[in-house]
């Protein structure tokens, strides 16, 4: 019970305050190309300049933490600077002025996420915001990166196809299907009020998602209870993208982190969270 409690305090620095931005209506006459954000200690390396549309984004962790890349688009009249200066002043919460889009989820050091995203053209801010053990989100510590999303002409293709759908309200994920063993690209798509994620889990035997709270330390990257295998950061209500991800048959969790708008409580408390079996 005590680690259950400790986990609901340590959710709350991870998760920030919410954006309520709607996602803007992605083109089908867009293609998805690709990117490489390789994640450290705290920092990331990759292009500061790419082009708007469908993207493919990996991120690969070479870092001892866990650690995850969530795109933020940010307004017109605002900066990188801008969202430094108010994370600085408060890294526990988002500033609101900014709009989810995303991005590959956690993973643990010497692995990869991969998402698809769909990014229109303007100023952005890639950031962590896993905490280290003291409970510290990584952005906190300079976690972030400028990057400008330059307009480009419509291509002939249009979101990715997929495997199977994740769709999430308030406070559920629903599975389209039962999920099958290989490599997938599933869909999802928020249907709820508020801004939710997709932290995708591989379970030990027997173990649960509850188990793998409770297991949780943060700044450890590895548990007893299993371990975060990508999925998709926030998206903000009608936000809709892909992740990437390789099934092997055995036991498996989603949990969404985020806080909810009213109570402040992760939403995994409030029910979003899900065991499922791959066969």
Not at 71 to 78: M, S
Not at 140 to 165: F, I, N, S, T, Y
Request: with cysteine.
């Amino acid at each position: 019970m005590l680690a259950r409690m400790f986990i609901l305090c340590i959710a709350l620095a991870w998760s920030f305050a919410q954006s309520s931005t709607p996602l803007a209506a992605a083109s089908a006459a867009e293609t998805s190309h690709a990117v490489l954000y390789t994640a450290r200690d705290y920092e990331f390396a990759g292009p500061e300049n790419i082009a708007a549309g469908w993207t493919t984004v990996t991120l690969l962790n070479q870092g001892d933490d866990l650690h995850q890349v969530q795109f933020l688009k940010l307004p017109a009249g605002k900066t990188a600077a801008d969202f430094r200066d108010e994370m600085a002043a408060d890294p526990t919460r988002l500033p609101r002025w900014v709009s989810r889009r995303s991005g590959p989820n956690s993973v643990v050091p010497g692995e990869r996420a991969l998402a698809i995203v769909h990014l229109e053209p303007g100023e952005y801010v890639l950031f962590c915001g896993i905490p280290d053990r003291q409970g510290i989100p990584h952005v906190a510590h300079g976690m972030l990166k400028p990057l400008h999303v330059a307009a480009a002409p419509p291509r002939p293709a249009g979101m990715p196809p997929a495997d199977q759908a994740i769709t999430l309200a308030d406070f559920s994920f629903e599975l389209s299907q039962p999920m099958q063993a290989g490599a997938r690209t599933i869909r999802v798509v928020n249907k709820g009020g508020q801004a939710h994620e997709v932290v995708l889990v591989k379970l030990a035997p027997r173990a649960s998602v509850a188990d793998f709270l409770d297991a949780f330390r943060p700044g450890v990257a590895l548990s007893r209870a299993g371990q975060p295998i990508g999925g998709l950061a926030g998206l903000d209500p009608g936000g809709e993208g892909l992740f990437r991800a390789d099934f092997t048959p055995g036991r498996y969790g989603l949990i969404c982190f985020l806080p909810d708008l009213v109570m402040r409580a992760p939403h995994f408390t409030r029910g979003m969270l899900l065991d499922f079996d791959v066969r």
